[in-house]
């Protein structure tokens, strides 16, 4: 336990430090675009991956539907 919590914070202070240099280099208008285009594509990274999931005709797609269907019968 204490070596995950000692190379979690060591992995923290870097990408602070890290980040530091980078925006103190290239400036920050620049580097907070960067950054704001990074979150962006992750998280339209991760709202395809999610709808591709659940997908029609996906495993995931017939267990909602069965439970659904299951939720209806029962709550006549």
């Known amino acids: 336990m204490g070596k995950a919590l000692a190379f979690l914070v060591a992995l923290i202070a870097g990408v602070a430090v890290v980040g530091w240099v980078v925006s103190s280099l290239i400036g920050p208008v620049l580097f907070y675009l960067i950054v704001g285009a990074l979150a962006v594509g992750g998280g339209y990274y991760l709202y395809a991956k999610a709808k ?6 996906t495993r995931t797609q017939r267990r909602i539907e069965a ?10």
């Open 52 to 57: 591709k999931t659940i997908a029609p005709g």
């Open 67 to 76: 439970a659904t269907k299951t939720y209806r019968m029962r709550n006549r």
